[in-house]
Every structure is written in C-alpha cells, then in structure tokens.
C-alpha cells in the first residue's frame, strides 16, 4: 500500500519568486516545481506608473530548467510565460517578457548550477568531463562539457578587469607591502615575468617583460601605483635593477630582503662552504700515502735494515 510523505523544499529560486510558485508534484521520477512568470508583479519591475495596461499575446511557452537537488532524484522547474506590449511614454510599443530570477531560460539551469559548475571547474580544477560527472552523481543534473566551457566563458566575462579587481582586494584589505620577485617560464629564452604579491598572500599584479631593467620595471610599478596602493615597504632580492627602480615610483617606501633570500643566501653561503671543506680534505687525502703501503715496506726489510727477497 503506498503512503504519502511530504519533503519540504526551499530553494533560492522559490524564495526570489514566490508569487511565480503554482504548485509542486513528484513525477516521473523527478520534483516538479511548477512556476507562472505572468503572475510577477511587471508594474514594479518595469517602473510602470498606474494606468498602464499590458497587453498578453495569448500564446504561451513552456520550458523546463534544472536545479541542484540533495534528494536521490532531480529537481526541475516548469516555467509557463508569455510575451507582452505596453505603450511606452512616446506611444511606441514596448514589449515585455517577464523573468524568472535565479533562472538560465537559454542555459536550461538555475545560476546555482551554473556557479557550482564554475567553481568545481575553477577553484577545483577538475576539468569539464569530471564536474559533468559530479553534477550528475551528486547533485542529478545532466549537462554537457560543451555547456560546462560556456558557462565557465560566460562567467568569466561578467567579472571586473584585472586593475578593478585590484582595486576591491585593496579596499577590503589595504595593501601595504609587497613581495617583487620575477619568475622565468618554462622553454622561453629570454625575459621573466614580474610578480607582486601582497602581505595578505594574493598576487596583485603580474607583467610579462622582455628584459629586467629599470626601463621596463618602471612602468610596471607605475601601474601598481594608479591603482591606488600605497606601498610603505617592498621585499626583494638582491637584484640591483629593483632597488633603482622602486624609489623612483615609490620614494617612501622601505626596501629590504625577504626572508626566502635571506635564508637563500645563507644556504648558498653554507653550501660553498662544505663544497671547500671536501675539497680541502680530499686534497690533504691525496699527500698521505695509504697505510697499507707503509705495513708492506717495513716488513720487506731485514733485521740490518737490509731489504728481504
């Protein structure tokens, strides 16, 4: 005899349009979520004064979206909307098709799904073919790596350049020292990449240059500069090119060793060191005939000192 159990679900896309919710029923194997965008208060959302009328074409679509589930079945939204027209305050018609929030119409998923794709796809960095298997195994969402890479595009796109981005970390967390070292890729024969890093351990800003030179160093602490960072001491290495071209964009600031240097240093110094002490001992090694030697060449002799044969 089959009994009834009601399963509460709240979702973020239930609660931004809790007007749109018609009802919910679990068939054919999945939670159906029926939702009505016609019944979203469009007055508010367009900033329609009272008065105006909108007028619904009386035909209607019907699409179906997916959304992250901890159930052992999916979850999907049916979503019934319509197009309308109102007249605008010049008399042209202005037509109108009313959202869902939280909802991918073209994508076919909630932006829930969307970001735990890009995160397991970023942050993770499992590769495309993985995170489709994950969101099919944990959370019974079927997609593609064709649908993962656009996604991931398409996020990537809606993010603020690389300075604006610069600029919020230093909002957030002021930045006043920075780690200036220089890296040198794999294969490339000439040039190095600049890097700054905070005290907070972020990397700030990173520039590819084709030599180090106070030329070509200058200008990329000038871009640190504009950005609003107020740099009060930088740690570097020995390089002789940063310490010309730091007080000539940041004449206040502190220039000393960072500590990987120091103890970098202090190694190399260490490492010399044993390499001499072998060397002199090896050296030493060769002047002393072997004992063995000495034995051979006492008991040849005779008791007159004579050699024995």
């Known amino acids: 005899m089959p009994i009834q159990v009601k399963v509460p679900i709240a979702t973020a896309v239930v609660d931004q349009n809790p007007a749109c919710v018609v009802k919910a029923e679990f068939t054919d194997g999945a939670a159906i979520i029926h939702l009505d965008a016609r019944r979203q208060d469009h007055r508010r959302i367009l900033g329609l004064p009272r008065g105006t009328t909108l007028h619904w074409v009386k035909e209607t679509r019907e699409y179906e979206v997916q959304e992250l589930s901890g159930f052992p079945w999916p979850i999907r939204y049916r979503v019934v909307t319509s197009d309308a027209w109102y007249s605008g305050p010049d008399g042209l018609r202005v037509h109108y098709s009313p959202p869902i929030y939280g909802l991918d119409p073209r994508a076919k998923v909630s932006e829930a799904v969307k970001r735990a794709a890009v ?24 997609t593609s790596k064709s649908s993962l890479a656009r996604w991931t595009k398409e996020v990537a796109e809606e993010l603020p350049s690389p300075d604006e981005i610069v600029r919020i970390l230093n909002e957030e967390k002021p930045i006043t020292e920075g ?24 990397i700030v800003a990173t520039e590819e240059i084709e030599e180090r030179s106070a030329e070509e160093v200058k200008p990329f602490l000038e871009r640190v500069r504009d950005l609003g960072l107020q740099i009060k001491t930088f740690y570097i290495d020995t390089c002789n090119t940063y310490r010309k071209a730091i007080p000539l964009v940041f004449p206040q600031a502190k220039i000393q060793l960072d500590n990987f240097h120091i103890i970098q240093n202090v190694w190399r110094h260490l490492w010399k060191h044993f390499v001499r002490r072998r060397r002199t001992i090896a050296a030493r090694a060769e002047k002393v005939p072997p004992r063995g030697t000495r034995r051979n060449s006492r008991r040849s002799r005779g008791p007159c000192g004579r050699t024995a044969t």
């Open 119 to 142: 995160l397991l796809i970023v942050i993770a960095a499992i590769g495309f073919r993985r995170t489709a298997w994950l969101l099919r195994e944990l959370f019974r969402v079927e």
């Open 179 to 202: 780690h200036f070292d220089e890296i040198f890729p794999r294969g490339k024969r000439s040039g190095c990449v600049l890097v700054l890093k905070d005290e907070h351990g972020r």
